[in-house]
């Protein structure tokens, strides 16, 4: 019997991972596959300061957040589990492109990352320190992977966010 074909999402709870997962649950849909939704989490401070100085009962404060984290992002893309697809929620501690990339094992799996904001100083900051996730998943996962870039209403939001007349966007 063959393994149960599976499409693999990274989900952080961002409006751009929320995208990606819809994106993923359309591609389980099609492909009769299991939607597995994972958050990554690691300890504040790093693994190397938590090794230092490890508190189990931190641990698992961080453990529960990370699950109340993902049962949110999945509350707020369907309304709770998306209906039609068998779902497997996941949450594993670790970098989240190492855990996506060393999840995505098996020949038929599909893994679904975010292209994420690339144009913000921060997004650019941040891959500069710690690495992309979905450069680490495209380099590493040795599956087929699937970058959702983001929604063309994302920057609608952030324009409104900005106080930017949303008359101005449609307008142009």
Do not use: K
């Not at 490890?54 to 993902?70: G, I, S, T, V």
């Amino acid at each position: 019997m063959s393994p149960v074909a599976r499409v693999i999402v990274g989900v952080s709870g961002s409006l751009h991972s929320l995208t990606a997962l819809h994106q993923a649950a359309e591609e389980a849909r099609a492909r009769q596959a299991v939607l597995v939704p994972v958050l990554a989490w690691t300890p504040v401070g790093g693994e190397r300061n938590y090794r230092a100085r490890p508190c189990p009962p931190l641990l698992r404060a961080w453990q529960d957040a990370a699950e109340a984290r993902l049962e949110r992002a999945l509350e707020q893309a369907f309304g709770g589990l998306p209906i039609g697809v068998p779902v497997r929620p996941m949450v594993m501690r670790g970098e989240a492109g190492q855990v996506l990339a060393e999840l995505a094992d098996r020949p038929g799996d599909l893994l679904v990352i975010s292209a994420g904001r690339h144009g913000t100083t921060r997004g650019r900051l941040r891959r500069l320190l710690r690495g992309s996730v979905g450069r680490y998943c495209l380099d590493h996962a040795p599956c087929g992977v699937l970058v959702v870039p983001p929604s063309t209403l994302h920057e609608d939001l952030r324009a409104l966010h900005r106080g930017v007349d949303l008359r101005e966007l449609i307008a142009a």
